[in-house]
């Protein structure tokens, strides 16, 4: 029987996607398919914080606490999201 505050899992949590290569900091020694998963990962992410955001429901240090967990090519798709959803374009 569950509680009344019991909210169960996080609905859209995604479990971290690491390997030996995730601990050098050279991102090249990961296979590009590996790279390529991580980036859609971060960009997960984002979308998820965006979501909350948008609805109010994100916490202020929701953002920092992300961020800080994020490295390599996850980060990278992270911030990809976020510029996107800014509209920040590259020359």
């Known amino acids: 029987m569950r509680r009344a ?5 996080t609905v859209g ?4 996607l690491k390997s030996a290569a995730d601990e050098s900091p050279d991102f090249r020694a990961v296979p590009h398919s590996g790279q390529a998963l991580r ?3 971060g960009e997960c992410k984002a979308a998820q914080y965006l979501a909350r955001l948008q609805a109010q429901q994100a916490d ?4 920092a606490v992300i961020v800080s967990m994020l490295y390599g090519a996850m980060l990278r798709g ?3 999201a976020i510029e996107k959803a800014l509209g920040v374009h590259h020359a």
Request: charged content about 30%.
């Open 78 to 80: 992270f911030c990809r």
């Open 13 to 16: 949590a995604v479990a971290p």
């Open 5 to 9: 505050n019991d909210e169960g899992p």
């Open 39 to 41: 980036v859609i990962e």
């Open 60 to 63: 202020p240090d929701e953002l």
